[in-house]
């Protein structure tokens, strides 16, 4: 069984701050992606990484993947109330019994 | 609009009773997938099917059954629940590509049913 540590749990931060989650394996996976999740709804892709190294920049998100393919981080530059939800992160590929996701981050940005 | 579908959007129901989830996607994808999501824990795949054939049945409990009649519908039946299985079920949809080619399973989410089992 694949395991995903996702951290922090929660982070409670003011509008305009910097913050990284983080999501770790001891396993190395083919492919890695990030959701997010706002009340009442069901998680929406934002990114997907899948080579070792791999940084892709969403607007103020930064999504970096690790070089052996273990770990991701999500970084988001000057918060703002909108970015509040639950984010997620799912490691797998291709074979559906391997998809794993963290325990997610619920973020909240105080204006 | 993610263009996966679910009804109901929240449901309450005894312990006794039956009922069923409905998904629909509309994205043309060949798999669909059924989670369930509750507070303590991380988001869980029950079961997926991939061109209507179920591949992946993640040890759940006989009192959820699921049903897959062509590629753009699923269902999940619902008999004898507990108390404890009362949480969001989120069915999702993906592309998965035929042999040779890349796959990455992206997940398109539908907005989950909010199920409370009394």
Not at chain 2, 4 to 32: D, I, W
């Amino acid at each position: 069984t694949q395991l995903l540590e996702q951290s922090p749990q929660f982070l409670s931060i003011q509008e305009g701050e910097n913050l990284t989650v983080y999501c770790n394996s001891s396993s190395v996976f083919s492919s890695l992606q990030w959701y997010r999740q706002e009340p009442g709804e069901g998680p929406v892709l934002l990114v997907t990484v899948v080579t070792g190294g791999e940084v892709k920049k969403l607007k103020r998100l930064t999504f970096q993947f690790g070089d052996a393919r273990k770990d991701s981080s999500l970084h988001i530059t000057a918060a703002q109330p909108g970015d509040t939800g639950l984010y997620l992160c799912l490691a797998g590929g291709t074979s559906y019994g391997k998809l794993t996701f963290g325990q997610g981050t619920i973020l909240t940005v105080h204006p | 609009e993610t263009g996966v579908t679910q009804t109901p959007r929240h449901l309450v129901m005894g312990m006794t009773n039956k009922k069923s989830l409905k998904c629909e996607q509309h994205l043309g994808h060949n798999a669909m997938y059924w989670y369930k999501q509750s507070a303590k824990k991380p988001l869980e795949l029950m079961f997926v099917y991939n061109f209507k054939e179920q591949t992946e049945n993640n040890s759940v409990p006989s009192r959820f059954s699921p049903e897959c009649p062509n590629s753009s519908h699923l269902f999940l039946h619902l008999h004898t629940l507990q108390p404890e299985d009362s949480a969001l079920y989120l069915c999702a949809s993906s592309q998965v590509a035929l042999a040779g080619g890349p796959s990455y399973n992206e997940q398109f989410f539908g907005p989950g049913t909010r199920l409370t089992v009394l």
